[in-house]
């Protein structure tokens, strides 16, 4: 896909009812697809953590199945939220999940723990290096 292009994105109203054990991607999307339908994707949220979901076709129909309740756990997704998946043109999917006041959310956030670099602390650590050598 060249860089000027647009990536192909669509959106959903998250219902529990229908969209809780596996999602189905709309058929009027399908052409954005790649022919051979990949057994996994990649669902990667606001808040950085990446989610692998099987894709399946079930029936003529496109579904993320496996691993996407936990996308949905993780999110805490709720009815009438809106969804939205913008497609890379392989096998991830940036998700955006906009909540009932309509504004963005951040969800599912990673921890990032920082390191510090300062060599001061390093000395001053109860902690040993461990020098492994192979005969």
């Known amino acids: 896909m060249a ?27 399908y052409e954005h697809l790649p022919r051979r339908l990949p057994k996994t994707a990649i669902l990667m949220g606001t808040g950085g953590k990446i989610w692998k979901v ?10 993320f199945v496996q691993g996407w309740p936990s996308f949905v756990a993780d999110n805490e997704l709720k009815d009438g939220e ?7 043109g392989y096998n991830r999917y940036e998700v955006s999940i906009y909540g009932h006041g309509g504004c963005k959310e951040i969800r599912a956030v990673v921890e990032v723990e920082d390191i510090s670099d300062d060599s001061e602390s390093d000395n001053n650590s109860d902690e040993s290096l461990v020098s492994v050598t192979h005969v």
């Open 3 to 29: 860089s000027g292009d647009v990536l192909p994105r669509f959106f959903s109203v998250f219902l529990s009812q229908y969209s809780s054990e596996s999602f189905m991607i709309p058929t009027s999307y």
């Open 54 to 63: 099987a894709m399946k076709s079930i029936r003529g129909q496109v579904y």
């Open 82 to 88: 809106f969804l939205t998946f913008v497609f890379d």
